[in-house]
């Protein structure tokens, strides 16, 4: 096993298979693990090279086998997927993260520790009981709607209409034993979720960076602790565009032949992320659209002659490349009328990030 240089290693539940390579790429290993024993098998080997595929549980493999001495690296599945020779199963899968984590433009996982990952559960449970409540909502007003009781858009509408549906005599007695429970259901996420938002809230304020990219346009106080929770290492980034372009953010590109042919947004990479920007975007053009604000030229230049929903992902776009700047920077962001900055709320930056320049708003084809 001294021979050793590199270790792939395919994880699921209960059976983990490692395939290994010499300094020649020549095979060494192959083996299949029980979960059990996993960590007694790395524990015996010199330290080496161990990669794994950022799936489930893969962080908390990453921490144990990492403490014992060894280099593991994680790298995302659609960018192991190009290396598996034929057929589907774990043999081939181990092979190919072996292979694939060789490659020199190959980009890895950051591992995440206990707390980064305590912070995503968080967020990722409020996305879950937002889910159910509107899950919720939209079931009693279908079955309401079939009893004639129709109420407004909103989530303000929903416990008027269910006082509506307790004092209708004429529905049957089925009926409203259902919608009781239904309401009592929906009445038991509004204080979890605001207990949620609470400690999400004050995560926030805990933390330094959070607070500085708070200070974005279009960026709150829930995209901030997510973009903060999610990218623990900005730096594993070459440049803002990357980072766009990670999140999907930027056109897909099909060009040949010296033509260049951009569609629509790749939708690559987070999508909670992306949707969040997107909306923030969303909200700061809808104020732009009613007169209010300091919008910059660049902006008001691009909501003259493109849709709003176009000019959100644009601007979408633009605000992931400045919180890139400053995630990686330390700077803090600056409104209008600050020294050296001309190009108003949407892209005022500190004077030393004055080479980060704004990016050209794609056509409607681009988007």
Same mark, same amino acid.
């Given at each position: 096993?001294?021979?050793?240089?590199?270790?792939?290693?395919?994880?699921?539940?209960?059976?983990?298979?490692?395939?290994?390579?010499?300094?020649?790429?020549?095979?060494?290993?192959?083996?299949?693990?029980?979960?059990?024993?996993?960590?007694?098998?790395?524990?015996?080997?010199?330290?080496?090279?161990?990669?794994?595929?950022?799936?489930?549980?893969?962080?908390?493999?990453?921490?144990?086998?990492?403490?014992?001495?060894?280099?593991?690296?994680?790298?995302?599945?659609?960018?192991?997927?190009?290396?598996?020779?034929?057929?589907?199963?774990?043999?081939?899968?181990?092979?190919?993260?072996?292979?694939?984590?060789?490659?020199?433009?190959?980009?890895?996982?950051?591992?995440?520790?206990?707390?980064?990952?305590?912070?995503?559960?968080?967020?990722?449970?409020?996305?879950?009981?937002?889910?159910?409540?509107?899950?919720?909502?939209?079931?009693?007003?279908?079955?309401?709607?079939?009893?004639?009781?129709?109420?407004?858009?909103?989530?303000?509408?929903?416990?008027?209409?269910?006082? *509506?549906?307790?004092?209708?005599?004429? !529905?049957? &007695? @089925?009926? %409203?034993?259902?919608?009781?429970? =239904?309401? +009592?259901?929906?009445?038991?996420?509004?204080?979890?979720?605001?207990?949620?938002?609470?400690?999400?809230?004050?995560?926030?304020?805990?933390?330094?960076?959070?607070?500085?990219?708070?200070?974005?346009?279009?960026?709150?106080?829930?995209?901030?602790?997510?973009?903060?929770?999610?990218?623990?290492?900005?730096?594993?980034?070459?440049?803002?565009?990357?980072?766009?372009?990670?999140?999907?953010?930027?056109?897909?590109?099909?060009?040949?032949?010296?033509?260049?042919?951009?569609?629509?947004?790749?939708?690559?990479?987070?999508?909670?992320?992306?949707?969040?920007?997107?909306?923030?975007?969303?909200?700061?053009?809808?104020?732009?659209?009613?007169? *209010?604000?300091?919008?910059?030229?660049? !902006?008001? &230049? @691009?909501? %003259?002659?493109?849709?709003?929903? =176009?000019? +959100?992902?644009?601007?979408?776009?633009?605000?992931?490349?400045?919180?890139?700047?400053?995630?990686?920077?330390?700077?803090?962001?600056?409104?209008?009328?600050?020294?050296?900055?001309?190009?108003?709320?949407?892209?005022?930056?500190?004077?030393?990030?004055?080479?980060?320049?704004?990016?050209?708003?794609?056509?409607?084809?681009?988007?």
């Amino acid at each position: 096993m001294n021979d050793l240089i590199r270790i792939g290693m395919d994880t699921s539940k209960s059976v983990f298979v490692v395939h290994g390579v010499d300094a020649a790429e020549r095979p060494v290993l192959r083996k299949k693990l029980r979960r059990r024993q996993v960590i007694e098998f790395f524990a015996k080997l010199p330290p080496t090279q161990v990669g794994m595929e950022a799936c489930g549980g893969a962080h908390h493999w990453a921490r144990e086998i990492g403490a014992l001495g060894h280099e593991v690296k994680l790298l995302p599945a659609q960018r192991v997927k190009p290396y598996v020779a034929r057929n589907k199963n774990d043999t081939a899968d181990a092979e190919a993260i072996c292979e694939a984590m060789s490659r020199p433009r190959m980009r890895f996982v950051p591992v995440k520790t206990t707390e980064q990952q305590a912070a995503l559960m968080l967020a990722g449970i409020r996305d879950q009981l937002i889910a159910r409540r509107t899950q919720l909502s939209n079931a009693i007003r279908g079955y309401a709607a079939e009893f004639g009781l129709v109420a407004a858009k909103g989530l303000d509408k929903i416990e008027p209409l269910l006082e *509506r549906i307790a004092a209708d005599a004429t !529905l049957p &007695a @089925l009926a %409203k034993e259902l919608f009781a429970t =239904l309401s +009592a259901e929906y009445a038991e996420l509004k204080p979890k979720l605001g207990k949620i938002d609470d400690r999400l809230l004050a995560w926030h304020r805990s933390n330094e960076l959070s607070q500085r990219l708070v200070e974005i346009p279009s960026v709150g106080p829930v995209g901030a602790p997510l973009m903060v929770m999610k990218i623990p290492d900005p730096q594993a980034f070459r440049s803002g565009r990357d980072f766009a372009a990670w999140l999907g953010l930027t056109p897909k590109d099909h060009s040949t032949a010296g033509k260049l042919r951009l569609g629509v947004i790749t939708r690559a990479g987070d999508e909670t992320l992306r949707r969040m920007l997107v909306l923030g975007a969303t909200a700061v053009i809808q104020q732009v659209r009613r007169g *209010r604000g300091r919008p910059s030229p660049w !902006l008001v &230049a @691009l909501l %003259k002659r493109k849709p709003p929903k =176009l000019a +959100a992902v644009a601007l979408a776009n633009k605000t992931a490349r400045i919180a890139w700047k400053l995630m990686v920077s330390g700077e803090r962001y600056r409104g209008a009328g600050a020294s050296g900055v001309a190009h108003g709320n949407t892209w005022a930056l500190h004077p030393n990030l004055a080479s980060l320049a704004p990016c050209s708003p794609p056509s409607r084809r681009g988007l």
